[in-house]
């Protein structure tokens, strides 16, 4: 997918969402990521941190591995801001 295409469709999926928590969740999120240098959270990480962070991203290329999303709300949904 073209970046173009991306953007048209991130801006028609926006257009679409009523529910402001969430979109001020993706806003703020967005927001974090651009402001960001590319690889500073990266390169803060130890090399333990590291290694964990690139485990646990092979380990979930396994279905078996993965947790459906109501099951991850459920169990955090006390820490969830209303």
């Known amino acids: 997918m073209t970046l173009t295409l991306i953007?048209?469709?991130f801006h028609t999926l926006i257009d679409k969402v009523e529910n402001k928590e969430l979109l001020d969740q993706f806003?703020?999120?967005l927001l974090f990521?651009?402001?960001r240098k590319k690889g500073q959270i990266w390169n803060s990480l130890?090399?333990?941190q590291k290694n964990?962070?690139?485990k646990t991203f092979k380990e979930s290329e396994q279905t078996k591995n993965l947790v459906s999303h109501e099951k991850v709300m459920k169990k955090y949904s006390k820490w969830l801001t209303k």
């Open 46 to 48: 130890t090399e333990e």
């Open 33 to 35: 990521s651009a402001s």
């Open 27 to 29: 806003y703020r999120a």
């Open 7 to 9: 953007k048209k469709n």
């Open 52 to 54: 964990k962070v690139l």
